[in-house]
């Protein structure tokens, strides 16, 4: 009997040590949680009854060279609901339903659901959520809020593209620069029940946003205004799919416009600018997804004539052509076993290279394209980027499509020395152009100069690569005096500017397939031709009628030469009745 009184007292024992070990152990526990980890604790339970209320940052402004806004800023506000502090239901359903043009069934169904924050409409102009604010109405939120606006609405639509609708950018300089513009939301952190219902009469803590920095850029309102102007006549007169021009200075890649008419209105991007029913939501976007597509930089074309001036450097720089070498034209050249037309069909006869380039005589460049040879010729298109991308900074760009080097034959070479069998971008063939007038350096197109912080202290200058000597200054200057009686003598005659030397070239490219009538004529000028300072391509995109580039394309440049030189103080060299040197 008292073995089995101490066998029990000992199995309580040790139930009791067991029993005092947990006990020691939670309450140790506990301790540890209230006073080592109290304030984590604390600061977790306090996040469990705690909503955060966004306050949207502005987005950076967009500004051109001058200081002008080229995409801003609109207030507008969030309309939402709090159903716990909701007192008189009916009137709200009915103030809101009437204000913000929503069903009175859709407002309800919002109004009557139990969640700590119900959103009714965002993007409400600020005249209407004043009106919403002036009832009083208990219950319901007016938030701030920003709306991406662009005064100019369809200017540079195509190069500045636009945001949605949580003002992050989409397309064009918005998304390229969105790291830029983008502001820091702030917020609102509001006190709520067990169930998540915010209360009333308790303290709220706030964070204030920061607005984005601001974006400067080489556009020139005034010089984009006139050129979109001068592309929107011709797209009507020449009834053609398109204009798209480039106007840049040689010299470091700055661009001052560029334009793809038809444009669209930046601040309603989804409407088409063209009529035009749809099957298919699916037709309806891929026809959003092309009225956003830039042509300059995110399509590619054959260049046609323009490209002669390529095949030209390439040989004053092997060495092998002469200003004064004489060539035959009869009207067409045999290549192996094809015969290749000039435009002209009856021929040019005897003529020297000058006269060939300011003939655009096609057998010239076919013989010129002959000596040079496929190794050289590539080496130059290496040499002027139109084996790559140029980098400008809009995101899409798109790069030349061209033969394998390897693959190259005696006809494909004759081709391609006069523009034809391959395909680069406008972007391209302009930065090409500018490195050929320029003394032999190849500059990055860009947009962005530089950034400022919201209270317009310069907070970073974009930099761009050039490279230097990728022709001889020799070739350069030689390019452009041939250039110069392009214009002066030769097919680009109606791109003459009285006063001024101008520079230039002339093309008249047909489209694939070939032989359906449809053509990209264009004409790429540089003023003043011994100083170029600025350079202008201009491209009308199936246009009817008449279809030469030197008689439609050029004197499209010419109109915006005679605005923008004056404009930017560049002065003319003689009296307009005076001849020119």
Not at 13 to 42: D, K
Not at 197 to 210: D, F, K
């Amino acid at each position: 009997m008292t073995g089995v009184k101490t066998y029990n007292r000992k199995k309580m024992l040790i139930m009791f040590c067991m029993i005092f070990a947990v006990a020691m152990f939670l309450i140790g526990r506990l301790g540890y949680i209230m006073i080592g980890r109290g304030e984590y604790y604390s600061n977790k339970a306090q996040a469990l009854h705690e909503r955060e209320r966004a306050i949207k940052a502005p987005r950076g402004r967009i500004l051109d060279r001058n200081g002008v806004v080229l995409a801003g800023n609109r207030p507008v506000c969030t309309i939402s609901v709090i159903h716990s502090q909701i007192t008189d239901p009916e009137q709200v359903i009915e103030v809101l339903s009437r204000e913000l043009g929503i069903s009175e069934e859709t407002v309800r169904a919002r109004v009557e659901k139990v969640s700590s924050r119900e959103k009714i409409k965002s993007n409400v102009a600020k005249d209407v959520a004043d009106v919403i604010r002036s009832y009083h109405l208990d219950g319901v939120m007016v938030d701030e809020d920003y709306k991406r606006y662009y005064p100019f609405d369809e200017m540079a639509s195509r190069v500045l593209g636009f945001t949605g609708s949580d003002n992050q950018g989409i397309v064009g300089l918005e998304v390229e620069y969105d790291s830029v513009l983008q502001g820091k939301d702030g917020y609102i952190l509001t006190v709520t029940d067990a169930n998540g219902i915010e209360l009333v009469n308790t303290a709220e803590s706030r964070q204030e946003p920061v607005a984005g920095n601001d974006l400067y850029l080489s556009i020139d309102a005034n010089i984009q205004s006139y050129v979109q102007q001068e592309a929107e006549k011709t797209l009507i007169a020449k009834e053609a799919i398109g204009v798209s021009i480039i106007v840049m200075n040689p010299k470091n890649g700055e661009i001052y416009a560029m334009v793809n008419a038809p444009e669209y209105n930046l601040n309603d991007p989804y409407t088409l600018n063209t009529e035009g029913e749809f099957a298919t939501e699916q037709e309806k976007q891929d026809a959003l997804n092309q009225m956003w597509r830039n042509f300059c930089i995110n399509d590619t074309y054959e260049p046609g004539s323009i490209f002669k001036t390529v095949t030209a450097t390439a040989a004053f720089e092997k060495g092998v052509l002469s200003v004064e070498d004489t060539f035959v034209c009869p009207g067409y050249r045999m290549v192996g076993d094809r015969i290749i037309k000039c435009h002209k069909t009856v021929g040019h006869g005897l003529e020297t290279f000058r006269e060939g380039i300011m003939n655009s005589c096609n057998p010239v460049f076919m013989d010129v394209g002959a000596r040079v040879g496929v190794e050289d010729m590539y080496h130059t298109y290496e040499q002027l980027g139109l084996m790559r991308r140029t980098g400008i900074d809009l995101p899409g760009e798109a790069t030349s499509i061209m033969h394998k080097k390897e693959d190259v034959k005696e006809v494909d070479l004759a081709i391609m020395s006069f523009g034809q069998s391959f395909q680069i971008t406008p972007m391209q063939l302009i930065t090409a152009v500018s490195a050929i007038e320029n003394g032999g350096n190849l500059v990055t197109p860009h947009f962005g100069m530089y950034a400022t912080d919201p209270d317009g202290n310069r907070i970073k200058t974009f930099e761009y690569p050039v490279e230097s000597g990728v022709i001889s200054a020799e070739t350069s200057a030689t390019m452009r005096d041939l250039l110069e009686a392009v214009v002066a003598e030769g097919s680009g005659r109606r791109g003459q500017v009285a006063g001024y030397r101008i520079a230039g070239k002339t093309a008249t490219s047909e489209k694939l397939p070939r032989g359906n009538g449809k053509y990209i004529s264009s004409f790429i000028g540089i003023a003043p031709a011994d100083d170029p300072q600025i350079i202008t391509l201009v491209l009308i995109n199936e246009p009817t009628g008449i279809y030469y580039g030197g008689t439609i394309a050029a004197p499209v440049a010419q109109r915006i030469y005679e605005n923008i030189l004056p404009y930017l103080g560049i002065e003319a060299e003689y009296e307009a009745e005076e001849p020119q040197d």
